[in-house]
């Protein structure tokens, strides 16, 4: 039972090149979730996804772009990476995102943008 | 504006007791949670409380009082295991997970 998944699981890029991060999870939960966590912030919600075909933006959606064409995969892409975009990206994922629905990460990808 | 706060690093001894924290101020209040999150791993969940009162589970136990938008975390017979950060998540009326920045503790032999 292979869970979520992530890859890569680092990555080091340079400023300006496009970034993609995949999340692979084996459950069929409808929700999927990408944060991001940097030293001194809470886990600061990307985007979401309830479904396949349907997603919306979180707190810090500026510079990324997701998809979810299958209920598996929800991929984000940093369209031009910024320094500022140097953080470690945790996918997860919930059955339904009702209250009192446990998140289940992503082993996290580390990500350095020079 | 949202708000979690929570101490930033706190140190036990091991077999000790230790209580962390977490006070909130969000658009609404759908429960809390407690993650434990271990240096360079994923957040595992911990507990969830969605009414006032204390909740058990092992070692472990969460507290929450709605009204004073305070909840608290209690590890017993800490163990070096127990070594890692914790995060206090509130989920507001958009049914949002709004994630405080965590505690780090560190257990002292």
């Known amino acids: 039972d292979a869970g979520i998944t992530q890859s890569p699981r680092y990555k080091i890029t340079e400023t300006g090149r496009q970034v993609t991060l995949m999340c692979h999870q084996t459950?069929?939960?409808?929700?999927m979730f990408w944060y991001r966590q940097d030293l001194g912030h809470g886990l600061r919600l990307i985007y979401y996804?309830?479904?396949?075909?349907?997603?919306d933006k979180g707190e810090v959606p500026d510079g990324y772009v997701v998809s979810r064409s299958k209920t598996e995969n929800f991929p984000l892409t940093l369209e031009s990476a910024t320094r500022s975009q140097t953080s470690v990206y945790f996918c997860?994922?919930?059955?339904?995102?009702?209250?009192?629905?446990?998140?289940?990460f992503g082993p996290g990808t580390r990500l350095l943008v020079l | 504006g949202q708000n979690i706060d929570q101490p930033t690093e706190m140190t036990a001894t091991e077999g000790a007791i230790v209580q962390i924290n977490c006070t909130y101020q969000?658009?609404?209040?759908?429960?809390l949670f407690w993650y434990q999150q271990h240096a360079g791993e994923a957040p595992t969940f911990l507990s969830y409380?969605?009414l006032d009162g204390l909740e058990e589970k092992g070692r472990f136990s969460s507290f929450l009082s709605r009204s004073k938008g305070y909840s608290y975390l209690l590890l017993k017979e800490l163990q070096m295991k127990d070594s890692a950060s914790y995060l206090c998540?509130?989920?507001?009326?958009?049914?949002?997970?709004?994630w405080g920045a965590g505690t780090k503790l560190i257990i002292k032999p």
């Open positions: 997860a994922s919930s059955v339904r995102g009702l209250e009192g629905e446990t998140q289940y």
């Open positions: 459950w069929s939960h409808s929700y």
């Open positions: 996804s309830a479904a396949a075909d349907i997603t």
């Open positions: 969000t658009s609404g209040f759908n429960g």
């Open positions: 409380n969605v």
């Open positions: 998540a509130v989920t507001d009326s958009n049914y949002q997970l709004i």
